[in-house]
């Protein structure tokens, strides 16, 4: 497994994550939600908001990684890379473990967390009816 290195731009994201809550950047001059990783906002805006996010998305494109030349992901194979768009806007890749889900594009799904590793929780969105069930989390 590769765990993220969370920045100083970026650890408000990943500190949230392991309280198993969703946060985005959120711009106060444009009302815009950003991409964790964005640090400006498109209006030229650089003074950006940490913001609770709602957990919902909806299931834009995925795919089923089963070959991994990167030697610490080799046992994480097969997993299903996810890309979602959540309910406030911002696009975020995702993945699940294994392959054989049930997703179709456009299905609603929710935000999950990993158990933290290392101080750091992976971020998961799951099936919305899945959620409850641990279902797809490690």
């Known amino acids: 497994m590769i765990l993220p290195e969370p920045s100083d731009a970026t650890r408000p994201f990943w500190d949230a994550a392991v309280q ?3 946060l985005l950047r959120h711009c106060p001059r444009c009302g815009s ?3 964790p990783q964005l640090l400006f906002c498109g209006c030229g805006e650089w003074r950006l908001e940490w913001h609770e996010a709602s957990g919902e998305a909806r299931l834009l494109s995925h795919t089923v990684a089963r070959r991994m030349p990167v030697p610490a992901l080799q046992g994480e194979v097969p997993f299903t890379v996810l890309l979602v ?7 975020l890749v995702s993945s699940l473990p294994g392959d054989g889900h049930a997703l179709r594009c456009g299905m609603p799904m929710r935000v999950a967390f990993d158990p933290p590793v290392e101080g750091v929780a992976l971020v998961r ?8 069930t641990g279902d797809g989390m490690r």
């Not at 768009?85 to 696009?91: A, L, S, V």
């Open 125 to 132: 969105f799951i099936p919305a009816e899945r959620v409850g």
């Open 33 to 35: 939600w950003l991409h």
């Open 20 to 22: 198993k809550r969703l």
């Open 85 to 91: 768009r959540t309910r406030e806007g911002p696009q």
